[in-house]
DNA sequence: CCTGGCCTTCCGGTGAACGGAAGCTAACGG
DNA sequence: CCGTTAGCTTCCGTTCACCGGAAGGCCAGG
């Protein structure tokens, strides 16, 4: 920056974004002062970078004259892979699932150690569950987590296991030798499966989906009450759909290549 | 800026969002040159802001080093209100509607003179419709378009039909005259009708969610096959539901107002 | 080997950015 | 009615982060 910044090295663009990065999902509401604690920023600072965002309409003012994120932020974040390629591709496959099965869906990537939610579908008849689109939740303790996980690379695996392993339920596998056998048995099978691990009451099945080349990138698994114990009956439909999502993907990928860039406003 | 800014009066924020607005739907994927070009950045300048954005995974990169959206911008524009709070409320009222009629459904809200698609709900009987999750279609030319206008404040109206009134098809209704009189139409129904205006061949019926004060924010509305003529029948699910999805957004408020602040991690 | 297109790195001058302090507004309580 | 508190907004002199032309790298195509 420049003048008397207390914190040198930061950068206006680092700390602009910093004040996007103060709102989450228990925080969607945040007036000045404390966008501006959150974001470790003096307040005159946050000010000004607030007005500009607001500019922008990467973030709004409610009546109370407390920011909440966007309507531009939001239509931006449309524009990211996940949402425009993988979600657009892999939503018409999960209204045909739901409608055969009448239960939750889920549709999820890996993000660091993370499964991120990208889409759920559920009806009022589907158990409720804590997921929700943008959620992040454990790889080992849910359904498409396990999923990924198990048809990630070895070494990712490691990685993974090698941290601490929180339990949600007396059912969650949160020692490293059964969440290794648990993996192998993943494999074989090739669709991952979770009782109670992450909810009690609730199980789930799960697919990856496939890529062309190494690891999945997403992911794709019904939840349901444990009670009924048919979900593995609904693999097959869950692996067809993921070969088809697989398949559209590739199709997609391969349009880009030819031409590289096609551009029709320029 | 600092330093010999080439484009005096224009701030670091300023640029870096100027990186994020040359991304759009036709254009999801851009190299750096055309990244600096579209934002009208020198291509050093364009460098180094976009290594920040791409720090913060504002910006991803893919194999060939063009850039995308990231996965973060992505999830922070979840947490806008449009997505967090009116979405989630409406999306099991919209999947009732779905099961009921199989038709097209869509969710918007108005900005600035387009109407914005929030959700869309559609299977594979269903028309396929030039809607998309975070496009933008015209007030006068569309069901949740005219569901949003007729309701709006008289002087917005009024605002709106002193613009030139695209025409898409020969149906549109793109002459001043004739857009008030059916306005006032839809307001005595209390719904809106469009027939074949914004695409040959497809219908459409829309109520507007009623707001406590004032104009609506929302609109909910359904598109067919114009040779199916039963979509009025369907009026009275539609308008149920957006009283339904009214009550929900007014008691999440109310929620909000006593605590003012409830912050459970600080 | 040369050429063209694109990405990345370097570096010195300078004006945009910084943030403490003061002013402002609103709500509350005595 | 006025003092107090809490939060938002504006002001302004100092200074260092930013700017972007230029040069260097890399790759593919001729």
């Not at 080349?213 to 692996?239: D, I, K, M, N, W």
Request: aromatic share 6%; glycine share 8%.
């Amino acid at each position: 920056m420049a003048g008397n910044s207390s914190e040198s090295g930061r950068t206006v663009a680092a700390r602009t974004l910093a004040l996007l990065g103060a709102f989450d999902v228990a925080h969607p509401r945040l007036s000045l002062s404390e966008m501006a604690r959150r974001a470790g920023l003096p307040l005159a600072t946050a000010h000004r970078l607030a007005g500009e965002l607001e500019a922008w309409r990467a973030l709004d003012r409610d009546e109370q004259g407390c920011y909440r994120i966007g309507l531009r932020l939001w239509e931006t974040g449309l524009l990211a892979p996940v949402s425009s390629s993988l979600r657009e591709v892999a939503l018409p496959f999960m209204q045909d699932l739901y409608e055969a099965s009448r239960e939750n869906i889920h549709l999820a990537v890996r993000d660091g150690f993370d499964a991120l939610y990208v889409e759920k579908l559920s009806g009022h008849s589907s158990v409720p569950v804590i997921s929700r689109i943008g959620a992040r939740l454990p790889l080992h303790a849910t359904g498409v987590g396990k999923a990924l996980l198990a048809f990630a690379e070895p070494a990712f695996i490691r990685a993974y296991c090698e941290r601490p392993l929180p339990r949600y339920t007396r059912y969650t596998i949160a020692e490293r030798g059964r969440l290794y056998r648990e993996l192998a048995r993943t494999q074989e099978r090739g669709h991952a499966e979770t009782n109670e691990e992450m909810t009690l009451g609730s199980t789930s099945v799960a697919v990856p989906i496939p890529h062309t080349s190494g690891a999945p990138t997403a992911s794709l698994g019904f939840v349901a009450h444990s009670h009924r114990s048919e979900l593995t009956g609904l693999v097959p439909a869950l692996r067809a759909a993921a070969e088809g999502i697989a398949r559209r993907l590739n199709e997609s990928a391969d349009d880009r290549a030819p031409g590289l860039v096609h551009d029709p406003s320029v």
